[in-house]
T-cell receptor, first 112, second 113 residues
Framework: DAEITQSPRHKITETGRQVTLACHQTWNHNNMFWYRQDLGHGLRLIHYSYGVQDTNKGEVSDGYSVSRSNTEDLPLTLESAASSQTSVYFC???????????FGPGTRLTVL | AQSVTQLDSHVSVSEGTPVLLRCNYSSSYSPSLFWYVQHPNKGLQLLLKYTSAATLVKGINGFEAEFKKSETSFHLTKPSAHMSDAAEYFCVVSGRSGFKTIFGAGTRLFVKA
């Protein structure tokens, strides 16, 4: 069965360190998304990609970057982790831009 | 511009009683609307979606939602709550032209035995 996976599931890091969260999907979807989930805010879009070599900023992109070198993967990098980036991060993919999104299980990131 | 408002942050019902989770949206054009469910420590899962076909949309696990353009609402209902329905529910609006998917803040559903 097709799926979307994230790793690690839990990560603790220190302020100032670079962190990369992995996202891998086997749906063969062109569209991939990264969200962060914080209490009282629902899900907020960080970055998204319509296809290989395409990346776009979402509403909370400061301090984050992504790259898309193949269809299956969209890693999220925190260039210099900050305590405000402590959150749960979800990756998602979809076939069409406004189609159903399929979500990964999430990565809980703690920045100390 | 698009926006979505979930009118209740928490809803508590007794098992076997109806569930109503309220969602209002704002969109400059005909939107796609979704309800997702998130169980504790899990990712989001699609419950149902509206894409301009029938205004009453049936989803999984007995949930349904009705698109009411005049009221700009897309409320989620279920006739009889089950303990396993306890979760957080997100109403989502997505535009047709360009990428604009907006998530509501979520409604946490509690089901009492």
């Amino acid at each position: 069965d097709a799926e979307i996976t994230q790793s690690p599931r839990h990560k603790i890091t220190e302020t100032g360190r670079q962190v990369t969260l992995a996202c891998h999907q086997t749906w063969n979807h062109n569209n991939m998304f990264w969200y962060r989930q914080d209490l009282g805010h629902g899900l907020r879009l960080i970055h998204y990609s319509y296809g290989v070599q395409d990346t776009n900023k979402g509403e909370v992109s400061d301090g984050y970057s992504v790259s898309r070198s193949n269809t299956e993967d969209l890693p999220l990098t925190l260039e210099s982790a900050a305590s405000s980036q402590t959150s749960v991060y979800f990756c998602a993919s979809s076939e069409g831009i406004t189609d159903t999104q399929y979500f990964g299980p999430g990565t809980r990131l703690t920045v100390l | 511009a698009q926006s979505v408002t979930q009118l209740d942050s928490h809803v508590s019902v007794s098992e076997g009683t109806p569930v109503l989770l309220r969602c209002n949206y704002s969109s400059s054009y005909s939107p796609s609307l979704f309800w997702y469910v998130q169980h504790p420590n899990k990712g989001l899962q699609l419950l149902l979606k509206y894409t301009s076909a029938a205004t009453l949309v049936k989803g999984i696990n007995g949930f349904e939602a009705e698109f009411k353009k005049s009221e700009t609402s897309f409320h989620l209902t279920k006739p009889s709550a089950h303990m396993s329905d306890a979760a957080e529910y997100f109403c989502v609006v997505s535009g047709r032209s360009g990428f604009k998917t907006i998530f509501g803040a979520g409604t946490r559903l509690f089901v009492k035995a």
